[in-house]
């Protein structure tokens, strides 16, 4: 019995009515542990003192303000879920207290019902975060891929294939959209096979003259072409025994690809101007935003060599497949920049995350860092709303409720605006057929004569102001 006693999660009530604090103890003792402070100085005190799992607060308290509570029992333990409990009057300081970091509010007088659900919807989340370091750590433990973030099912068949193939001596060709993490799919291949030890060389193929190509891949001797003054070692050479990259690999004119699919074929060469053959052991893993296959179709990349790489493909989806990723890697690159700056930005609130994670982000995870590092590299420290995010991320529809909110309207005033426009639209486009217009709008005839009725719509089409 003791034991179970002390598994229950625990709640500090921070209340100065001693009415209420009864009412709460009545309403949560069974299921939780309780602590109790009638007074802000008091529940910072406890909140020291004890293991908490939720703080409840009144915003208002006799000796402290309740939001000097809430920022102190921040600074004491940032992680700590706050709910705050506001009068019926003042939601607009909810608001505030939510900006500093408290998980939600309850308005007085509150349901004993929404109460409880939102107490446990507040630790499963907490447990979801628990779980999702734990598997974070798991995954980088065993896989070595800790610097790859995300749990997708999409990142983990990824991750799978990368640990099957890892230790075969097999080519690797890696497709995706820019941005999304070949060179980490890469590098991670190499971590996970036997090369690790032996060297990891990257080269941009798309990055280098074609003039020069040849010899940075394969070296030349002193005095091969003007200029030439020393030898030169190649990239081939220099990545011996271990892993050679190659990004971009599309951007390869046909002469080199023909250069290319011989070492391949032969793991032996001679460097540019000389003739001796060089014999190498070179892992090739290579990577493509175009799509390879098509550019074969094209006839400007040569089929051969396209199957000599394609022997395991890895197609690393774009982000806004994986929209599940898109929180793990904000958590990841604010805890980056956090550092790399030192500031303390904690994240953000719900209606800006939404809107990270519903972006399209057309430059994928590289476009989602930078986006992160401006914002911790602009503002200090706190939790970020919709107006820090840059424009182009805010979608129109975000932006109107936006707008809409801050008129100060009502729900039921937003509800009925939003209504009145969409029944009018169905109307509109069903030429005020009403039989139609209710069909598109998925309700009966009658239900849309009685809303139209309430929302001052004209059966007619005719304004009615
Ligand atoms: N899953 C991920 N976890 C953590 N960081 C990531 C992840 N994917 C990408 N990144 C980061 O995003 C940036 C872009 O990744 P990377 O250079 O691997 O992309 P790429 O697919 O090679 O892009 P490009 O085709 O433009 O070269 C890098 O800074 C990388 O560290
Ligand atoms: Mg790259």
Request: with cysteine; charged share 30%; glycine share 6%.
């Amino acid at each position: 019995m003791e034991v179970q006693t002390e598994l229950r999660p625990s709640i500090l009530i921070i209340e100065d009515d001693s009415s209420l604090l009864l009412t709460y103890t009545a309403l949560l003792e069974d299921q939780f542990r309780i602590y109790t402070a009638e007074s802000g100085e008091k529940g910072i005190k406890r909140f020291q003192q004890e293991e908490i799992n939720i703080i409840l607060l009144d915003l208002r308290l006799p000796d402290m303000d309740g939001m000097e509570v809430l920022r102190r029992a921040k600074m004491i333990d940032e992680n700590v879920d706050v709910i705050v409990i506001t009068g019926n009057n003042s939601v607009r300081t909810a608001v505030d207290a939510i900006k500093l970091g408290a998980y939600d509010y309850i308005v007085k007088p509150f349901e004993n019902d929404e109460v409880l659900s939102l107490l446990w919807r507040t630790l499963e989340r907490q447990n979801l975060m628990r779980e999702v370091l734990y598997l974070r750590s798991e995954v980088s433990r065993h896989l070595n891929l800790g610097n790859i973030v995300g749990q997708s099912e999409k990142m983990c068949q990824i991750y799978d294939l990368i640990c099957r193939v890892a230790d075969t001596n097999a080519t690797v060709l890696i497709g995706g959209e820019s941005g999304t993490g070949k060179e980490l799919i890469a590098r991670a291949v190499h971590q996970q096979s036997q090369r690790r030890p032996k060297p990891f060389v990257a080269v941009n193929c798309a990055a280098i003259s074609e003039t020069l190509i040849e010899s940075e891949l394969f070296g030349h001797e002193r005095g091969a072409f003007t200029g030439a003054v020393e030898k030169h070692i190649g990239k081939f050479e220099l990545a011996n025994t271990g892993v050679l990259f190659l990004d971009e690999i599309g951007s390869l004119r046909l002469e080199m690809q023909a250069k290319l699919l011989r070492i391949l074929q032969e793991r032996e060469f001679e460097r540019v101007g000389g003739t001796k053959t060089i014999r190498i052991d070179v892992r090739i893993v290579a990577a493509s935003n175009e799509n390879l296959f098509d550019m074969v179709k094209a006839k400007t990349f040569r089929e051969d060599l396209y199957y000599r790489l394609n022997v395991i493909q890895i197609q690393v989806p774009p982000l806004r497949e994986r929209k599940g990723d898109i929180p793990l890697l904000i958590d990841h690159f604010l805890a980056k920049y956090n550092q790399e700056f030192n500031r303390k930005v904690q994240g953000f609130n719900q209606a800006a995350m939404q809107a990270l994670v519903h972006y399209h982000w057309p430059g994928n995870v590289r476009e989602l860092e930078n986006v992160i590092e401006r914002l911790v590299a602009i503002n200090a420290d706190g939790i970020l709303d919709m107006e820090a995010l840059p424009m182009d991320l805010i979608s129109l529809r975000d932006k109107a409720v936006d707008d809409i909110f801050s008129s100060g309207v009502s729900l039921k005033e937003a509800s009925a605006e939003f209504d009145r426009h969409y029944i009018l639209k169905a109307l509109e486009k069903s030429r005020w057929n009403q039989t139609e217009a209710a069909k598109r709008l998925g309700i009966h005839r009658n239900t849309l004569m009685n809303k139209m009725d309430a929302l001052d719509i004209r059966p007619d089409g005719n304004s009615s102001i």
